[in-house]
């Protein structure tokens, strides 16, 4: 499946993040995120939406937790994109059919 990970690569947040490498979660979406998905990063940014963009992929590889709250999730093949992916063009918002499920996959993730 194709997942969407919501990750701010410009500030630190209270995560536990390791961009590329670990995707820190809270257990509610621990349902959400499987081993073997492949992911597509997203920064978002509530106050500048020119900010908000798709911009790296890779693997979820294996997921652990140690206290039954958190979770981890190790990330695999992962690569940056070459330019940043806005999801505004035209001034309208890209949509995903599913909220989740990505319905037009750019070539830079097709070629995992």
Do not use: W
Not at 12 to 39: C, E, M, N, T, W
Not at 65 to 71: L, Q
Not at 80 to 107: H, K, Q, T, V
Request: aromatic share 18%; glycine share 6%.
């Amino acid at each position: 499946m194709y997942i969407i990970l919501s990750q701010r690569k410009d500030i630190d947040l209270s995560y536990s993040d390791d961009l590329y490498s670990v995707y820190h979660f809270p257990a509610r979406y621990k349902s959400q995120i499987k081993v073997g998905d492949i992911f597509v990063y997203y920064q978002g940014d509530r106050y500048n939406r020119e900010h908000r963009v798709y911009f790296g992929t890779g693997y979820v590889n294996n997921i652990y937790t140690v206290d039954g709250e958190s979770y981890y999730a190790e990330l695999i093949k992962c690569q940056s994109f070459e330019n940043e992916i806005p999801i505004y063009l035209n001034d309208e918002l890209e949509r995903f059919d599913d909220g989740f499920a990505i319905s037009n996959i750019p070539s830079e993730i097709s070629s995992l």
